[in-house]
Nanobody
Framework: VQLVESGGGLVQPGGSLRLSCAASGRTLGSYAMGWFRQAPGKEREFVTAITWSPYDTYYADSVKGRFTISSDNARKTVYLQMNRLKLEGTAVYYC???????????????WGQGTQVTVSS
């Protein structure tokens, strides 16, 4: 499975961005798909994940109500809509795939290269 993120950039606090993760290889339904982020000097942290069997979504407490994960299975793409971004949202955001959903980055087998999100006024 190859994963390629896009959509990062510079945004003001309170603004929005939508990240995309395009997958090639096996169908999305074969994996749990997650988004993680890593700020400078910090560990990679779980943001959100989605599963299809059964369908469910999971969010870190810090992003609940502001971020939304979704997918277009026909296009093998997973999206992360980020609203009301905060300064602490500045990080490299990674898309990842795992056999089973987990908040631990060590449980994910495939990773994209990451996309930079900078929240700044």
């Amino acid at each position: 499975v190859q994963l390629v993120e896009s959509g990062g950039g510079l945004v003001q606090p309170g603004g929005s961005l939508r990240l995309s993760c395009a997958a090639s290889g096996r169908t999305l339904g074969s994996y749990a798909m997650g988004w993680f982020r890593q700020a400078p000097g910090k560990e990679r942290e779980f943001v959100t994940a989605i599963t299809w069997s059964p369908y469910d979504t999971y969010y870190a407490d810090s992003v609940k109500g502001r971020f939304t994960i979704s997918s277009d299975n026909a296009r093998k793409t997973v999206y992360l809509q980020m609203n009301r971004l905060k300064l602490e949202g500045t990080a490299v955001y990674y898309c990842a795939a795992a056999r089973a959903v987990s908040p631990s980055f060590g449980d994910y087998d495939y990773w994209g290269q990451g996309t930079q999100v900078t929240v700044s006024s």
